[in-house]
Every structure is written in structure tokens, then in C-alpha cells.
């Protein structure tokens, strides 16, 4: 298995696991589904309403709701706690812990990076499904960078 990526919350570091399991926990317990996130936990407002909404365009707000943050808790609980089983180690966080652990200053860089954990996983899937194998994306994108037009 490739190396999960990782959130550092107080002195520990977390690796994200994110696949259709974790997506059953987050629509049990956080309400909603993984499409519907941005919305329900991280809470987006676009920074400029005559341009197309971009990652440059919108800011997170999910540090200025206490639900927003209880919900991002318990996210990264269901994918910290996915990392750590798919690496061999306990899966004991609990979404008090890492509020308790989070540093205020750093909840929409969290929210971020689980932000593209899900999206990634969501790409990966959606590339598996159309070709029956799986792609690396990245090294798609890099290909098709490469190719001169016509």
C-alpha cells in the first residue's frame, strides 16, 4: 500500500484513509454525505461573486461555526481512524480528542486536508470505474501535459 497522507494534530501524526466504508460512517455519523460536506462541515463563501468559484475564490468557514468544527472532529476521527487500521495501528482516536488537540489557528488547513483526501479518493474511484484498473491521476494529468495539441 502507498503511504496514506497524514495530518499532524498535537505531537501525533495521523495518516487519511478515505473509501466507500468511511463514506457509511460519515452519512451515520455526521449526517450527510461525502458530496455534501462542503456544505454541512466546511462551510465555503466565495470571496468574489463575479469570478468562477475557484480554490482561490472561496474561503472555508468552518472555524467560525461550532458544529461545523464538532462535525470536522468526528471526520477526521472516521478517516484517522481508517489510516491508522490500513497501517497496522490502533484505530483509538475519538473526536474529543482531537478538538482537545487541534489548534484553533490550524481548523480550515485541517479542513482542508481532508478536503483532498475525499476528493482524491473520490477521483481514484470515479477513474477505476471508467477503465477497470487503477490510475494514478497525478501521473495522468502529467501525461496530458506533456501531449502536444492538434
Known amino acids: 500500500m502507498d503511504k496514506l497522507p497524514e495530518i499532524k494534530i498535537g505531537k501525533r501524526s495521523i495518516p487519511l484513509y478515505y473509501s466507500t466504508y468511511e463514506t457509511i460512517a460519515i452519512q451515520r455519523e455526521i449526517g450527510c454525505t461525502a458530496f455534501q460536506l462542503k456544505d454541512t462541515v466546511f462551510g465555503t463563501e466565495t470571496i468574489d461573486e463575479d469570478k ?3 480554490l482561490d475564490n472561496i474561503r472555508l ?3 467560525k461555526d461550532p458544529d461545523k468544527m464538532e462535525k470536522l472532529g468526528k471526520l477526521i476521527c472516521i478517516l484517522g481512524n481508517a489510516g491508522l487500521e490500513e497501517s497496522g495501528q ?3 482516536l475519538t473526536a474529543k480528542w482531537i478538538l482537545r488537540n487541534m489548534k484553533p489557528v490550524m481548523i480550515p488547513i485541517y479542513a482542508m486536508a481532508v478536503m483532498g483526501v475525499i476528493v482524491s479518493g473520490n477521483i481514484m474511484e470515479a477513474k477505476e470505474e471508467s477503465t477497470g ?3 494514478d491521476v497525478i501521473l495522468e494529468e502529467q501525461k496530458a501535459k506533456k501531449q502536444p495539441e492538434n
Do not use: N
Open 90 to 92: 490502533e484505530p483509538d
Open 61 to 63: 468557514t468552518v472555524d
Open 52 to 54: 468562477d468559484i475557484t
Open 133 to 135: 484498473e487503477p490510475t
